[in-house]
């Protein structure tokens, strides 16, 4: 135990009064169903994966071995299995994109709530409790710690890294609801009995069948040192547990050969610097909070309150650095930097909290206004610049006006201005105050985006686009050999178009009597081989790749590839 006179904590009962629930709920729902309505998947990661999960589905593709194009999958069936389970319960009566989305968006909530719970359980431990004051007055135990988890979910929802990734369906965002659930087991460990055995021994193994068994291996080595080396009788014993979900999840890796890792290479200066801007702005606000707490605490590092987010931080990020920066794994460690950030609100001073609160202020409201002026340009044609800069950007697009979107919207910006209002009056003293504008203004920029920018967005960054112009040389029954294009390509070709795609054979071997492949529109691409040019097409927004479309004489017969 560390002794008291350590401790940095300064916690008046005045500043730990509760968020209200009904605020809280209200802006967990701004953040999480925007974007969850009326918009196709995504290219890249996300129409990929929802590519997987409708096949499954449709029964095109094996549910072990599920396929795009012929090519498996990378082994992580879990997150493909929930996207494709609901598609098959909710079919016909919701569009297929948005029954895949609601698993999803139901695990971004219990990311919230999981981090909120840990949160919770990690500063009612004694050495995160502030000192108690000479004439009393000081916080309430429950209370104080009510107030820390608000301010853990206020700053896990202000992270820039979390608003994109966490609202697509792809196998990350069940990686991270895993990590979320490893974590509260962690820190409920010394105050619950059952509920984190339970979390633990489904956390690391469904960790795994999600595509991460090497960072569930460490996490829960490291979840291990933590456990035996507490001063908490209980939570030693709760190191067996974390130590059994530990070998299960490597025995189950290796029996489903669920093993991947992927190394990353710094080869030049620009590589390594590239990361370091990606941590700058993937983990704002919260990386500078998680210093402040590092060193304000930094007697207690060894204490489970930062110990557990750390060493779950440490894990995750490290892993994100040693396979070449992605952010995808980068994402894990937002919890747990959220749970560390969350420590830092009873030792920031005055002036810091400020300035986190004016900065907040002037850079939501510009970009709140910088949509409304796009908006307004697109709807009535004024001012006349964006508008213009949008056809220039997105030819083709068709503007489109919403009464629903528009009320949306409008709340959204009168609830920001109210909030504004409040948390600039003086009289303003709970822990969480300093970190609900920033989450208020990330929610009410996403809000705006889903609402306000949604169609041009879903028209930029759909595949939709690129398979209708396809369409029109391809016809609806055709086998199209795609190898050399990317899998999300495949997928949008699949269930946008209805084609039998061949990702596996090449244009010399396929059976395919068309050949889609990528081709810069700066160069001169002479045909391949038996194959003749048809047309060459691209996505309204890609301005330097052409998709040629190649068909090859009618003597040689269609055929589906094999599967």
């Not at 096949?55 to 493909?80: F, I, K, L, N, Q």
């Not at 502030?130 to 209370?143: M, Q, R, T, Y």
Request: aromatic share 12%; glycine share 6%.
């Amino acid at each position: 135990m560390v002794h008291s006179s350590l401790n940095p904590a300064l916690v008046s009962q005045r500043a730990v009064q509760r968020l209200p629930r009904w605020a809280l709920l209200l802006l967990c729902a701004a953040y999480v169903l925007p974007g969850l309505f009326g918009r196709d998947p995504w290219r890249n990661a996300d129409v990929t994966a929802f590519g997987y999960m409708v096949a499954m589905a449709d029964g095109r593709s094996s549910w072990w071995m599920p396929t795009v194009g012929g090519v498996m999958a990378d082994p992580a069936p879990v997150p493909y299995w929930l996207g494709a389970i609901f598609i098959r319960l909710l079919n016909p009566w919701i569009d297929p994109s948005l029954a895949a989305r609601l698993p999803f968006a139901m695990l971004l909530v219990s990311v919230l709530a999981l981090t909120w719970y840990a949160a919770y359980h990690l500063a009612r431990t004694e050495a995160a409790q502030p000192l108690p004051f000479a004439f009393g007055g000081e916080a309430d135990p429950i209370d104080y710690a009510r107030a820390m988890a608000d301010g853990a979910l206020l700053a896990l929802i202000a992270t820039l890294g979390l608003l994109q990734l966490g609202h697509e369906t792809t196998p990350e965002l069940t990686q991270l609801a895993c990590v979320a659930l490893y974590t509260y087991a962690m820190a409920a460990s010394p105050s619950r009995a059952r509920h984190p055995k339970f979390a633990v021994m489904i956390g690391l193994p469904a960790l795994a069948g999600s595509g991460a068994p090497s960072i569930a291996l460490a996490l829960g080595l490291a979840g291990s040192l933590v456990c035996a080396r507490s001063a908490y009788p209980i939570v030693r014993r709760f190191t067996p547990w974390v130590a059994s979900a530990t070998g299960l999840t490597a025995a189950l890796a290796t029996a489903f050969d669920l093993w991947t890792w992927q190394a990353g290479s710094y080869r030049t200066l620009d590589s390594v610097t590239a990361v370091a801007r990606q941590w700058l702005w993937f983990l704002w606000p919260v990386w500078p909070m998680a210093l402040w707490t590092l060193w304000q605490w930094r007697r207690h590092i060894l204490n489970r309150h930062i110990a557990v987010p750390l060493g779950c931080a440490a894990v995750t990020a490290l892993a994100s650095v040693v396979m070449g920066g992605q952010d995808r794994t980068l994402m894990l460690s937002l919890p747990a930097f959220a749970l560390l950030a969350a420590f830092a609100l009873p030792t920031l001073k005055r002036s810091t909290a400020a300035a986190i609160d004016w900065f907040s202020v002037f850079f939501f409201s510009v970009c709140a206004v910088a949509f409304w002026v796009i908006y307004a340009s697109l709807q009535i044609g004024f001012p006349v610049r964006p508008a213009q800069n949008v056809v220039k950007l997105a030819p083709g697009f068709v503007s489109h006006f919403s009464v629903l979107a528009l009320a949306l919207a409008t709340a959204g910006c009168l609830a920001w201005l109210w909030l504004v209002r409040w948390r600039t009056g003086r009289n303003q003293h709970a822990l969480w105050k300093s970190l609900v504008l920033p989450a208020s203004g990330v929610a009410l920029c996403w809000l705006l985006l889903m609402t306000l920018m949604l169609p041009v967005l879903d028209y930029a960054r759909s595949l939709r686009p690129l398979v209708k112009r396809v369409a029109q040389h391809v016809p609806s029954d055709a086998c199209i050999a795609a190898s050399r294009l990317p899998r999300s390509v495949w997928a949008s070709l699949e269930y946008f178009g209805g084609y039998r795609v061949d990702g596996l054979s090449g244009e010399a071997d396929t059976r395919c009597t068309y050949l889609l492949q990528p081709e810069l529109k700066s160069g001169k691409h002479p045909a391949p081989p038996g194959w003749s040019l048809v047309a060459r097409v691209s996505r309204p927004t890609d301005r330097t790749e052409w998709v040629a479309i190649y068909r090859r004489p009618a003597s040689r017969p269609s055929q589906p590839p094999a599967r």
